[in-house]
């Protein structure tokens, strides 16, 4: 016997599928209600606000997101390998929604502070397993030249949140293949192991 969802997981569902339709600043608590087939005053008892609403699917999304990618940077495999799983991971994650979602929610902290801070620790999340990798490729001997790992860590969650954007912003059908270029940093990662860090 398949459980029946609980409200407030019909109106998580729901107030996902309306981000994903027409955004956040577009996005209401009536009509969260409305395709939830919910009276407006549950997803007040639920969640409070548009924003607390919004900010549950974030968490929600985040945390199965960052054991996904905590275990596979934990492989034993070259850092090169784990670049290219990192980039097949963005395509799914831009197919699933979860982009859409994440970038709504930056934006929108723009001009909320409880947002703000909300999506700050969604991040932090991010750079701890980051810090993680880059301190790992440093005791197996990477070099990362004149960078610190926190810069490194800067620099890899600026490529990736930056092309975010722009795939969302439709950039690389005018010309910016950003994704491909995610994809050559592995590349230059795979030269380097080969040349400098003993292929580990």
Partial sequence: MTATPSTAQQILAAARAVLLDIGFAALSTRKVAERAGVP??????????????????????NDSLIARQSDMFGLDTPLSERWERACD???EDLESGYVRVLQE????????????????LVLDAWTAVL????????NEGADFGPFTTAEIVGLVEAAFLGAES????GREGRG??????????????A??????????
């Fill in 176 to 189: 910016r293949p950003v994704r491909k270029a995610l994809r050559r940093i592995g590349d230059a990662i």
């Fill in 191 to 200: 030269q380097v192991e080969a040349s400098r860090w003993g292929n580990t």
């Fill in 166 to 169: 722009m795939i969302l912003l």
């Fill in 40 to 61: 407006l005053s549950q997803i007040h008892y639920h969640f409070k606000s548009k924003e607390q609403l919004i900010l549950a699917i974030l968490s929600r999304e």
């Fill in 105 to 120: 929610m930056m934006a929108a902290g723009w001009s909320s502070d409880e947002v703000r801070d909300a999506v700050n």
């Fill in 89 to 91: 991971y963005l395509d």
């Fill in 131 to 138: 810090t993680d990798v880059a301190e790992k490729a440093c």
